[in-house]
């Protein structure tokens, strides 16, 4: 899931429902006008007049995405998931009410609900720009990919996956944010992350660039497949955070750890420098400060004129020992 501004806003912003429930749960009835199209490996709902406004680009995106996400973490399907297909905001707001969720920011275009294998998308939002919306599909598939597995996942493990997977990764500015943080060891302990997460990814944007940055961590440092062989290991018995200590050797509370000391001993300077140079305000200073620059310059230039001019008329004075315009000079 990606937060709204600074490190994401170019990106389509998402919300994660994590509700409790079972995969095993009845599919919500189709709403009167809608239409059920089964595809290879989902269900896309979607109006019956809305249906030529989806390009069929769509279709493939959402079948090609579930089949890479369920062999990259090794998840066998519980259920066939669901898709509402919704045009703009006040059906995307109708399908969250039949689904009897409460309303979400209007800066959300799309919501996923793991626990039920559900996903709504306002493909008005995708259609308005279809790089960062497909982005945002896969965001949300990986969600009900991480339901389908049955384990019991801590939210920033939702999170960091989904952004890791959607290469929603943290621009430099706030990578910088971070690695300042990490640098006091400042940052919140991963285990205790879930107790700071607002449902609101305005408030929790650095929690989640967090979340992604880590998790990008740890798959290069254990493989690719780190997180499939966590899933692996789940079960009642088994919890997330002991699946990854067996896999790791380590605690994740001591990876973090590992993580964030070295996040934090990266080289800032250069970064930090660019960041001041191109921050609108250092901008709007640097103008003020040319502003006033060329005021000097301008008055030590007329100041120069004034100067060459007095020394102009000093020189071209006619001498006393010769006449003047107006006749002879009669005090010589």
Request: net charge neutral.
């Amino acid at each position: 899931m990606t937060g709204k501004p600074l490190w994401l806003l170019p990106l389509f912003l998402t919300i994660c429902g994590l509700v409790n429930g079972s995969v095993h749960e009845a599919d919500p009835a189709l709403r009167p006008g809608y239409e059920q199209i089964d595809l290879e490996n989902c269900k896309v709902r979607i109006h019956g007049g809305q249906i030529s406004r989806v390009p069929k680009s769509l279709f493939d995106r959402v079948v090609r995405d579930i089949q890479e996400v369920r062999q990259w973490l090794q998840v066998e399907p519980k259920k066939t998931p669901i898709v509402f297909v919704e045009y703009g905001r006040t059906a995307f707001l109708a399908a969250l009410e039949h689904l009897n969720l409460n309303e979400v920011p209007a800066w959300v275009p799309a919501l996923a609900l793991p626990s039920r294998g559900i996903a709504v998308i306002d493909l008005e939002s995708m259609i308005r720009d279809p790089g960062r919306g497909f982005t945002t599909l896969r965001h949300e598939v990986v969600h009900l990919v991480l339901g389908e597995s049955g384990a019991s996942l801590p939210r920033w493990v939702h999170e960091g996956l989904a952004q890791s997977l959607a290469r929603q990764i943290p621009d430099p500015g706030k990578r910088r944010e971070i690695a300042l943080f990490a640098r006091r060891g400042g940052l919140v302990p991963i285990h205790e992350m879930d107790q700071y997460l607002p449902r609101s990814h305005d408030r929790a944007t650095t929690l989640y660039a967090v979340a992604a940055l880590f998790t990008e961590w740890t798959r290069q440092i254990w493989g690719e497949d780190f997180h499939a062989r966590i899933l692996k290991r789940c079960n009642p018995s088994t919890t997330w955070a002991r699946a990854f200590e067996l896999e790791s050797g380590v605690s994740p509370e001591v990876a973090f750890d590992r993580w964030q000391a070295t996040f934090g001993s990266q080289v800032l300077w250069p970064g930090l420098l660019l960041d001041i140079l191109t921050s609108w305000k250092s901008i709007a200073v640097l103008v003020i400060v040319a502003a006033v620059v060329q005021g000097i310059r301008r008055r030590r230039a007329l100041d120069r004129m004034r100067r060459l001019e007095e020394l102009e008329e000093q020189q071209s004075w006619p001498s006393q020992k010769f006449p003047t315009s107006d006749g002879q000079n009669m005090k010589d």
